[in-house]
């Protein structure tokens, strides 16, 4: 996703082996999808590197320095694509916990209000 026009992937790190079964979907994404993936999207720097013994994953390094490692064994070349795009289209921050369903500057000093108030 672009912040204030900039897209914030960096770069996108594809790990694969090149003999084990859990990666022949992310092999044939690479034969099909990668180039085009490389075409459309020319601020992202995309890299392949071969790591064997290991199941395949995508990374994304992104401009506040944040990863992002998303398993992909056993995919088909689509889904793939398709989490790489969620990849692109995420801004890299952490994932926050929200403690309360409501989220205000200024709490109510009388506490919630609910359904079930009786007057």
């Not at 082996?17 to 044939?28: E, F, K």
């Not at 320095?65 to 801004?91: F, G, K, M, Y």
Request: aromatic share 6%.
């Amino acid at each position: 996703m672009a912040l204030r026009g900039v897209w914030q992937l960096q770069k996108l790190v594809v790990n694969y082996c090149d003999w084990g079964g859990s990666s022949r979907g992310i092999r044939a994404f690479m034969e099909t999808h990668l180039q085009a993936l490389r075409e459309k999207n020319p601020h992202l720097e995309v890299v392949t590197e071969l790591v064997r013994g290991q199941h395949p994953n995508l990374k994304g390094i992104y401009k506040n320095h944040n990863e992002r490692v998303v398993c992909v064994r056993n995919l088909p070349p689509e889904d793939i694509l398709l989490q790489a795009t969620r990849l692109r289209n995420s801004l890299g921050r952490k994932v926050v916990k929200l403690r309360t369903r409501h989220v205000t500057k200024r709490p109510s000093v009388q506490g919630t209000w609910t359904t079930e108030l009786k007057m």
